[in-house]
């Protein structure tokens, strides 16, 4: 990897891979910005990587200059010769798997210790961030480096009170810390898409005594469901949430959007008792 790379436009035109909306792709072109990414994980020699969606491969050799081996699946076929490419500079450090990121075992791929990185359309990345963030834990995962919609961003990061408070705020900070490492203008992408981008970093946490996830997941979506409306009406669907609000001191006048990430998490321990 020593040569100085190939402009991405030259590899996209020799290739012949003209983005397609169907699929989400937006690319990066500019390989200071791609370093940067690549850079937020904290990753190098040693290190074991799986990104999603690797298309032309931009991000794949940002990440492959830090030192890191990586497993990347790409579902447009179209891809495959450039990443082939890499593949061959790449001294055994790069695996690519052809198919769709949501048929793959990421956890059989790179194993306990991993970090996962991934710019992806935007619905595909929102059920995959849920995937990784479901399950036993601590999480095969170290670290998970993400691209959104700058507006999903800021709901997996948001706090109590906020407009963009919400499930997947607290799905994301129950037993995990992100964080928005960086905005992306649309303008960072070919072509542009219609919002701005941010990547989330999220990191694991640890996790909270005696609480059944299910039963969190039960209870913020009960609350959020109908979050203009008092808690003793949106749980009253939640078998014996009104009487733990109760034992817990928290008044159910209250709406979801004022619960703390903390007061949901005794809400579902209390519940998770039963
Ligand atoms: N990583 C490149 C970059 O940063 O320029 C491409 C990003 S582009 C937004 C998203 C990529 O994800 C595309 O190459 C697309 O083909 C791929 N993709 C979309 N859905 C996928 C899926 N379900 N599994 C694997 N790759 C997918």
Partial sequence: MSQPPEPLRDVIARHGLQATKALGQNFILDRQLLSRIAAIPGIGDGDRVYEVGPGPG?????????GASLVAVERDRR???????????SD??????????????????????????????????????????????????????LMFQREVAERIVAKPNSEHYGRLSVAAQWRATPRIAMA????????PPKVASAIVHIVPAPQPDGV?????????????????????SS????????????????????????????????????????
């Fill in 79 to 89: 891809c495959l010769p450039a990443l082939a490419e890499l593949e061959a500079e």
């Fill in 235 to 274: 749980l009253k669907s939640v078998p014996g949430a009104l009487d733990a609000l109760n034992t817990l001191g928290i008044d159910a006048e209250r709406r979801a959007e004022t619960l703390s990430v903390d007061e949901f998490v005794a809400l579902a321990r209390a519940l998770s008792r039963d």
């Fill in 58 to 66: 931009g991000l794949t050799r940002a990440i492959l200059d830090t």
């Fill in 184 to 191: 992306v203008h649309r303008s960072a992408f070919t072509p």
């Fill in 212 to 232: 059944n996830p299910q039963v969190l997941e039960t209870v913020t979506a009960a609350a959020f469901g109908q979050r203009r409306k008092m808690l003793r």
């Fill in 92 to 145: 055994g450090r790069l695996k690519v798997i052809s198919g769709d990121a949501l048929d793959v075992d990421e956890k059989a791929e790179i194993g306990r210790g991993g970090h996962i990185v991934a710019n992806l359309p935007y619905n595909v990345g929102t059920l995959l961030l849920l995937r990784w963030l479901a399950g036993d834990w601590p999480p095969f995962w170290s670290s998970l480096t």
